[in-house]
């Protein structure tokens, strides 16, 4: 009795309880008795069994509250899907468990109840219900019986018909939505659905997309279906998503159902129109009526709807207001005649489009439009005509003038042409493209000092009159000719006694030169060593310088070159040039000299046999007078009054006319004058 429910009278052993006995705790108690006289050692035992009879305190007891049984909904009838167990502390009678279904919502069910064995009456494949609770109750078979459900410790079973998988999950959630684009990451785009009726696992549908998300811009919770953005969307980059998206239940083996979910981003004004050239290059003709079509610009807006319908307008800027703009269509006219040669060039900068968003963007783009040219105007001359002077010495190939004639014209129609339409006489062209006016020969201004032609621009047309400039050159003298004598040599003479100053002779020579160029100057180069004669510079008049001697001035004779003066004609060029004549002066004679025999006398001797007609000797006179006054005349004046002698009254040659006697004659003496 280690817990002391019981006691023994020391006396006289009557054993009595202490406390309550639990026939369910212990039944049987074996308790060892000993007894012992005085205080003596001697002593002895013996066992006292005691059983503790039941009452019936104890009502049955359910292990668990409740249960859950999953049966296949095709189990047949009498199958047993579930057995009741319940204890009861209590023996015998007290003991005994009887079970039974205290509800009676379904007559699916029925259980033993002696064992608790739960069996299926009936088949439940048609039921709709899915799930069935039974209230089991256990009694005893005490007196009087005590039951669980009085006890309020009945066990409730949840009997759940297990389903088949013979359903797929089916979509109920639609297949289009709507995001806008502009909507943060982690928004909630849509919410698929798709039932199962099936049960339990077989019914359980997870969700999963198959294709359409390879970028990841959306997320799927498999479970709640819902579907969330993932990156920040783009209308302009992807406006439509197709997902393949997938219902899986979680059936053994797993059925599925695939949708394909359309998500449509909806547009937002966050796109700027953008012009497909930020630089429109074009070109119109001038002279054109105003409406004519000039370019056609044209702008993208990668927005939807209003946000891009786009309308077109041209800024306020210069040279704006000859040209308007379709706002719709984005083509731009003229609203007058252009001249390119007014302006040739229109920049337009302020060209814009804007769309109807809300609020509204706008961009701008460049136009560079260039204005055609059309052949309406002529060349023309700076002046109408030009005078130039170039020297006579110019190479045959030089420029003298670059004549320009400008033509407001482009291109061909304003590439002026150039040509001569009077004789130059061979002496100049022009270049037809340049302009330039060459020489084409040497020039001579001695020739031809003055040159005058006209010159004619002209253009491709056909229509318009060409321009023509009057060309004057003058020809500069270059001192390329020597002053040239009328003749190369004079003969001139002079008396002699003249007193100075006497003019001689006078040289002319020419110089073609102009100018100082063709300005002479004479003067005596040689033959004048004593000054005997001067030469006036400018007129070229020879005088004599002294009072002249015909008899002293032998070296002025004709035969002696020294005699002769070189007179020299010199113009004033830089470098001065000249030339040179010879002039032969004769100082005529006056006769102012007497004949003078060589000898004043001859003495000859000649022998008296010679015979008559023998040369005897020959007398000569001079006389330095010239001419006629030098002619000299021998006559015997005495001495010959028999003749014997004769005398060449012209040579002087005396020649025997009579034989000679010595004995006659022995000596003559003959008086010859000179005449």
Request: proline fraction near 4%; charge should be negative; glycine fraction near 6%.
């Amino acid at each position: 009795d280690p817990h002391g429910r019981f006691s023994i009278d020391p006396q006289f052993g009557i054993i009595r309880t202490k406390k309550q006995l639990d026939h369910e705790t212990q039944s049987v108690v074996v308790l060892t008795v000993q007894s012992q006289l005085g205080n003596s050692p001697v002593y002895s035992s013996t066992q006292v069994n005691i059983s503790v009879i039941d009452i019936n305190d104890n009502p049955p007891v359910f292990l668990t509250q409740s249960d859950k049984v999953i049966i296949s909904r095709t189990q047949p009838p009498g199958t047993a899907v579930y057995i009741a167990h319940a204890e009861d502390k209590d023996s015998g009678l007290n003991g005994a468990i009887k079970y039974s279904i205290a509800n009676k919502q379904s007559n699916a069910f029925s259980i033993d109840p002696s064992l608790g064995v739960v069996n299926l009456t009936r088949t439940v494949f048609a039921d709709k219900q899915q799930e069935h609770t039974l209230h089991i109750a256990a009694e005893d078979c005490g007196s009087p019986p005590l039951t669980s459900l009085l006890m309020l410790d009945s066990l409730a079973v949840k009997i759940v018909v297990l389903d088949i998988n013979d359903n797929s999950p089916s979509f109920t959630s639609s297949r289009l939505s709507y995001v806008m684009e502009d909507v943060e990451v982690g928004f909630l785009v849509h919410r698929i659905i798709a039932k199962d009726p099936d049960e339990g696992r077989n019914g359980q549908v997870t969700y999963h997309i198959l294709s359409g998300n390879e970028n990841k811009a959306f997320a799927l919770d498999k479970i709640t279906g819902l579907l969330t953005t993932a990156q920040l969307l783009d209308r302009e980059v992807q406006e439509c998503y197709s997902f393949t998206v997938m219902a899986l239940d979680d059936g053994s083996p797993a059925l599925s159902a695939t949708q394909v979910l359309t998500i449509v981003v909806l547009d937002v004004n966050d796109e700027t129109p953008i012009f497909l050239k930020q630089l429109y290059e074009t070109a119109v003709r001038e002279n054109q009526d105003a409406g004519e079509f000039v370019i056609k610009v044209e702008a993208v807006d990668r927005d939807a709807g209003l946000n891009s319908l786009l309308q077109y307008e041209i800024l306020p800027g210069t040279g704006y207001e000859k040209f308007k703009m379709n706002s719709d269509s984005g083509e731009l006219i003229t609203t007058a005649s252009l001249d390119r040669e007014t302006q040739e060039v229109f920049g337009i900068k302020g060209n814009s489009c804007r769309d109807l968003g809300s609020p509204s963007r706008s961009s701008t783009a460049q136009l560079a439009l260039t204005v055609l040219d059309e052949n309406d105007h002529s060349p023309l001359f700076a002046k109408t005509q030009y005078q130039i002077s170039v020297r006579e010495d110019l190479e045959e190939g030089s420029a003298v003038l670059d004549l320009f004639a400008s033509d407001k014209d482009d291109g061909l129609n304003g590439e002026v042409a150039y040509s001569l339409i009077d004789d130059t006489f061979g002496a100049f062209a022009i270049d037809s493209v340049t302009g330039s006016i060459v020489t084409t020969k040497a020039l001579d201004r001695e020739t031809k000092s003055q040159y005058t032609f006209r010159a004619v621009a002209s253009d491709c047309s056909t229509h318009l009159p060409r321009s023509t400039t009057v060309m004057t050159v003058l020809i500069e003298d270059v001192n390329d000719n020597v002053p040239k004598f009328e003749q190369s040599y004079y003969k001139a003479s002079v008396w002699e006694g003249q007193s100075p100053k006497t003019d001689i002779v006078q040289v002319f020579a020419t110089d073609l030169d102009s100018g100082l160029n063709g300005e002479t100057e004479y003067s005596i180069l040689s033959g004048n060593e004593n000054a005997t004669f001067l030469i006036d510079s400018a007129r070229g008049i020879l005088a004599t310088n002294t009072v002249l001697d015909h008899e002293d001035t032998s070296s002025y004779r004709e035969m002696a070159a020294s005699h002769r003066l070189v007179l020299l004609a010199s113009d004033r060029g830089t470098p001065s040039l000249s030339s040179t004549a010879t002039v032969l002066i004769t100082v005529l004679d006056v006769n102012d000299n007497p004949p003078v025999f060589s000898s004043p006398e001859y003495h000859i001797h000649v022998k008296e046999s010679i015979p008559a007609g023998s040369h005897i000797t020959e007398v000569s006179a001079n006389d330095c007078d010239a001419g006629t006054n030098a002619e000299i005349t021998y006559a015997i004046i005495s001495g010959n009054d028999r003749g014997h002698f004769h005398l060449d009254g012209k040579t002087g040659s005396v020649d025997l006319m009579k034989t000679l006697d010595y004995e006659d004659t022995m000596k003559f003496t003959l008086i010859i004058q000179a005449t």
